[in-house]
């Protein structure tokens, strides 16, 4: 399929290769703009912003992208492993919008790993309205694009170390 957003698909799909890195100035975060992805890249891979947020200087002959396939490619049993003895949020904005990531993926991938039920699944809200539904496991953090408000609550309470919001 083509000019289709497979992570989203009723959002508009934009490609420009003269794009720059400037975002539109008429964009808030309740909008969502085709190109955000094209900003995020370009503001993360700049260098003021790696100090700022101390990113560790590397020699790599690549720069940050949201999904490193030559990273996560290279990864051994081991690497694994040690993901899983550390407190990592798994959130997968699965869902009948999204054609990367179906839900029935996301369960068996869940399934697979084996891991032990922290707490049962239940809703969580993001302002005054249920933001998704959550399962937390003992054992990567990804937040669809057009979804700001219930990715800064995700970010947040686990930054906080706190539950998502079960009321309102």
């Known amino acids: 399929m083509k000019n289709v957003d497979w992570y989203s698909i009723l959002a508009p799909v934009y490609k420009n290769a003269t794009l720059t890195s400037e975002p539109k100035k008429s964009i ?3 909008v969502y703009d085709p190109c ?4 995020l890249l370009a503001y ?4 003021t912003v790696q100090k700022a947020i101390h990113v560790k200087p590397t020699n790599l002959q ?3 992208q949201p999904c490193n396939h030559t990273i996560t490619n290279s990864w051994s049993q081991d690497d694994i492993d040690l993901i899983l003895g550390v407190r990592i949020i798994v959130y997968s904005p699965s869902g009948d919008l999204d054609l990367v990531v179906p839900v029935t993926g996301t369960i068996q991938v869940i399934k697979n ?14 302002g005054r309205e249920v933001g998704g ?11 669809a694009i057009d979804q700001p408000v ?10 906080r170390n706190t539950p998502l919001p079960s009321t309102l």
């Open 44 to 47: 993360l891979n700049s260098e």
């Open 113 to 126: 790993m084996n891991l032990t039920v922290e707490k049962l699944w239940r809703q969580w809200f993001s």
């Open 28 to 30: 808030t975060v309740a």
């Open 36 to 39: 955000s992805e094209y900003y």
């Open 133 to 143: 539904f959550t399962e937390e496991y003992k054992g990567n953090f990804t937040v």
């Open 150 to 159: 219930r990715a800064l609550t995700i970010f947040t309470s686990f930054i």
């Open 62 to 64: 690549y720069v940050w």
